[in-house]
């Protein structure tokens, strides 16, 4: 069975700083993708950035960014000039296309900016 | 902008009585997810729907959990004799894509239970 392990339960950055929000999962499959959503408090799960499998290249979305190592199945999520309002929890999520959508989370890690 | 609407947002009740929660997911989604998220945990599955059928509901406890979308578009999840452990965030999501297809899941405020 696939699983996603979120090491760091909480981290903390200073305000204009960067931080890299670890998560290593474990598959069989091949072709697959990889998630990284935010839940802010008291608020909706969005998706933060989106990585296939295939692709070598890392995904960027404006500030987010990922280091996709398949090989080592890791999957880390670096944020740079963090703002206060990058707050939340933070999810990796994987999923296979043979499972329809079904994504599997890691426990999630809570990110504070410090001002 | 389209968004996920759950209800009701919180839900306090005490164990052994029924509860039930709603979800009403984008419009034109195929896709319908229900997620239970404990306290300091990731979600899992409960149920998935793609229209009116069920997909998957292999971690859904039959026993006193029951889920349905009758007309494929809005969807009731409902726990009768809910439990202390059933305590968590309920969570809804929809996803434009079928089938095995990858799309991107969005999600709904979620209904907290706190059963007492």
């Known amino acids: 069975a696939q699983t996603v392990t979120q090491s760091q339960p909480e981290m903390s950055v200073q305000e204009a700083e960067t931080v890299t929000l670890s998560c290593t999962y474990d598959t069989s499959e091949s072709d697959y993708y990889l998630f990284w959503y935010k839940q802010p408090p008291s608020r909706q799960m969005i998706l933060v950035i989106r990585q296939e499998a295939y692709k070598q290249q890392n995904a960027t979305e404006n500030r987010f960014s990922v280091n996709f190592q398949k090989a080592a199945k890791s999957f880390s999520l670096k944020i740079s000039d963090s703002q206060l309002g990058d707050a939340a929890m933070y999810f990796c999520a994987y999923v296979s296309p043979n499972q329809g959508g079904k994504l599997i989370f890691g426990q999630g890690t809570e990110l504070s900016v410090k001002p | 902008e389209a968004e996920v609407a759950q209800s009701p947002r919180y839900k306090i009740t005490e164990k052994s009585q029924a509860v039930a929660f709603w979800c009403d997911p984008i419009?034109?989604?195929?896709?319908l997810y229900w997620y239970r998220q404990i306290l300091g945990q990731g979600p899992e599955l409960l149920v998935q729907f793609q229209d009116e059928s069920v997909v998957d509901d292999s971690q859904l406890p039959k026993d006193r959990f029951s889920a349905e979308r009758l007309k494929g578009v809005d969807s009731t999840l409902k726990i009768q004799p809910a439990e202390l452990g059933d305590s968590a965030m309920y969570l809804c999501?929809?996803?434009?894509?079928?089938?095995?297809?990858?799309?991107?899941?969005?999600f709904g405020e979620g209904s907290r239970l706190t059963v007492l």
């Open positions: 999501a929809s996803s434009l894509l079928r089938g095995e297809d990858t799309g991107e899941l969005f």
């Open positions: 419009s034109g989604h195929a896709t």
